[in-house]
């Protein structure tokens, strides 16, 4: 099998850089990233003498480029970052009323946050990067909250745990506010009081979000159509 | 409580303060003047009622005077209760304060100022207790709205969506 070197023009990146193309870019799949695909484990990982496919291949230039980035684990810098942040959240756990009993049981021996590292619950806000508010939310409560997420340093994150955060609840009356309306949240943890595995699940949900990956519509990955309670063309 | 005599008796000490006086299940109630409250309760005090547990706040509505503040009253040592009511119209809602004789009114006192409205003329603080500062209603009152947000059920949602066009 011929082994094919692409010349590059002064479009291409230099040899051997990571980043010689922004992945997916264009329509155009480039030859050198067919070939990396079309390559099987044998060409890749082995050397020395074989006959017909598992010929090994020799990669430079581009070809290299494309194969150490889409076969070979490639942290970039803000992955990293982004792995270390999500699996070290440190909770400003803010409880206001009964979800605060459930918040605890998830620090708790049977449901262990600690598991995942989140168990240093700051007292401070200065120190916390995740504010998981707990509970109902009165109007003159308001704006200590968003004092309180204010001081917060960047990069920080909100779950507003229970109904009455998110919306109101059953205490549905002129002296609760819903948490969206004073401060961007990005896990709203359904429940009166959610169970500490609900609590759990929505912390979860906000590291794959940090990591990335943000983990959105059960129903495209397990292909559940057909069972949405009104469906309705959005 | 004071039986029935009891109560007649209490009544006849306060004079004409008391307008009336109900006793129903055991439980003895004197309606008093609103503008005579605070001698009625130093009164009541000198009767063995020392002890002031709460004072609450009513709305009457439609009915006039609208609104109403109930004081109870606790004999420790008889282990006896009593209740006093005053009514007060909604246009001229001012009530003696009785903080200075009962310092447990003081925040009672701003609560029911808070959820209906009604005036206590010589409270050291009267302000807002439960709701911020800046509100504007009485709450608890008959004709207040019960707010708060909409509710969207998932099978309103088109005609949400609709309305919103």
């Given at each position: ?44 990982l ?18 290299l ?27 400003l ?13 998830t ?8 598991r ?27 704006p200590?909250?968003?004092?309180l ?8 994150w ?15 009356n ?14 709203h943890?359904?429940?009166c009081?959610?169970?500490?595995e ?37 | ?69 109930i ?12 209740t006093?009511k ?10 003696e ?9 003081d925040?009672?006192?701003r ?11 010589g409270?050291p ?16 009152r008959?004709?207040?709205?019960l707010g ?9 949602e088109a ?7």
């Amino acid at each position: 099998m011929e082994v094919k070197r692409e010349r590059l023009g002064p479009a291409g990146a230099a040899p051997g850089s990571i980043r010689s193309r922004p992945p997916g870019a264009g329509g155009e799949r480039s030859k050198s990233a067919q070939r990396v695909q079309s390559l099987n484990a044998h060409q890749l990982l082995r050397g020395g003498d074989l006959e017909g496919a598992n010929q090994p291949a020799h990669l430079e230039g581009e070809e290299l480029d494309r194969y150490v980035e889409e076969r070979v684990l490639t942290t970039t810098l803000d992955k990293t970052v982004a792995w270390a942040r999500s699996n070290s959240f440190f909770p400003l756990g803010f409880g206001l009323a009964c979800c605060a009993m459930e918040q605890f049981q998830t620090a708790g021996p049977r449901m262990d946050i600690a598991r995942f590292g989140f168990e240093a619950f700051r007292a401070s806000p200065r120190q916390a990067d995740l504010i998981i508010l707990a509970g109902r939310v009165s109007i003159k409560m308001a704006p200590i909250i968003r004092r309180l997420y204010d001081q917060m340093l960047e990069p920080k994150w909100a779950i507003s745990m229970g109904a009455c955060c998110s919306s109101m609840g059953v205490f549905n009356n002129y002296a609760l506010v819903p948490a969206d309306k004073f401060m961007p949240i990005d896990v709203h943890v359904p429940g009166c009081p959610p169970r500490p595995e609900a609590l759990m699940h929505g912390v979860l949900k906000l590291r794959k979000l940090v990591q990335d990956d943000p983990d959105m519509g059960w129903r495209e990955r397990y292909d559940a159509v057909g069972t949405e309670e009104h469906p309705f063309d959005a | 409580m004071p039986d029935a005599t009891g109560l007649e008796l209490l009544a006849r000490e306060l004079g004409d303060a008391a307008i009336e006086t109900v006793y129903f299940r055991n439980r003895a109630t004197v309606v008093v003047d609103a503008a005579r409250i605070r001698t009625a309760l130093a009164t009541l005090r000198g009767q063995g009622y020392a002890f002031l547990a709460s004072l609450h706040g009513v709305d009457y509505y439609p009915e006039e005077p609208r609104l109403g503040v109930i004081y109870e009253l606790l004999d420790m040592s008889r282990v006896d209760r009593i209740t006093v009511k005053l009514r007060v119209p909604s246009d001229a809602p001012q009530v003696e304060s009785v903080t200075a004789d009962w310092p447990t009114a003081d925040h009672q006192e701003r609560e029911v100022y808070d959820m209906f409205g009604v005036v206590f003329e010589g409270h050291p603080d009267l302000r807002r207790i439960l709701m911020p500062e800046d509100y504007e209603g009485h709450p608890q009152r008959r004709d207040f709205p019960l707010g708060g947000e909409p509710v969207i059920f998932t099978r309103d949602e088109a005609k949400w969506l609709e309305a919103r066009e």
